[in-house]
T-cell receptor, first 116, second 110 residues
Framework: DTEVTQTPKHLVMGMTNKKSLKCEQH?????MYWYKQKAKKPPELMFV???????INESVPSRFSPECPNSSLLNLHLHALQPEDSALYLC???????????????FGSGTRLTVV | LAKTTQPISMDSYEGQEVNITCSHN???????ITWYQQFPSQGPRFIIQ?????VTNEVASLFIPADRKSSTLSLPRVSLSDTAVYYC???????????WGAGTKLIIKP
């Protein structure tokens, strides 16, 4: 299995809602990432988990809360989002020992989030 | 951290070879150069990575001159399905800090 699976593919939520994005991989990768991508822009790194521990938080607002329950799963909990948070949210994984620049990230197809 | 600069867009025709050049003037000694392809509403897909000289795989070649201040992604005999955005990244193998370029939108015409 060489895929990263993200659910849901599309999500519309109100500013007072609480929702979660889910990501799963079975490649044995021990580094997992959340990226945010706005239209016509490159992906922006949000969080990095290494061996199920949060290793990088790129100054992301607290309304985004990541969670890594085990080595295969990554969640992003959303609460009280703003319309400007609407974007494509991408999950990725990589081997840890050689970093993401060796064989690269494997990305999921993303969740298209719209905040209304 | 190195910054990358690449053309915003390029056009070509089916069957042609396409070369996309990325500039990374302040690339560090430990940085590798990586290219990704992204189709609309999909995650980026790893194409190729290199450190110096030339790297070739089944889909592309990557040319890196001796000074490593630029790199060129070469796509042989493109087809309509190669229409996508191509990103150049540089980053240190030892950490997670990858710098994404703004991306080159490649349009292949019949």
């Amino acid at each position: 299995d060489t895929e990263v699976t993200q659910t849901p593919k599309h999500l519309v939520m109100g500013m007072t809602n609480k929702k979660s994005l889910k990501c799963e991989q079975h490649m044995g990768h021990r580094a997992m990432y959340w990226y945010k991508q706005k239209a016509k822009k490159p992906p922006e790194l949000m969080f990095v988990y290494s061996y199920e521990k949060l290793s990088i938080n790129e100054s992301v607002p607290s309304r985004f809360s990541p969670e890594c329950p085990n080595s295969s799963l990554l969640n992003l909990h959303l609460h009280a989002l703003q319309p400007e948070d609407s974007a494509l949210y991408l999950c990725a994984s990589s081997q840890v020992s050689q970093g993401p620049t060796n064989y690269g990230y494997t990305f999921g197809s993303g969740t298209r989030l719209t905040v209304v | 951290l190195a910054k990358t600069t690449q053309p915003i867009s390029m056009d070509s025709y089916e069957g042609q070879e396409v070369n996309i050049t990325c500039s990374h003037n302040n690339i560090a000694t430990n940085d590798y150069i990586t290219w990704y392809q992204q189709f609309p509403s999909q995650g980026p897909r790893f194409i190729i990575q290199g450190y110096k000289t030339k790297v070739t795989n089944e889909v592309a070649s990557l040319f890196i001159p001796a000074d490593r201040k630029s790199s060129t992604l070469s796509l042989p005999r493109v087809s309509l399905s190669d229409t996508a955005v191509y990103y150049c990244l540089v980053g240190d193998r030892s950490n997670y800090q990858l710098i994404w370029g703004a991306g080159t939108k490649l349009i292949i015409k019949p």
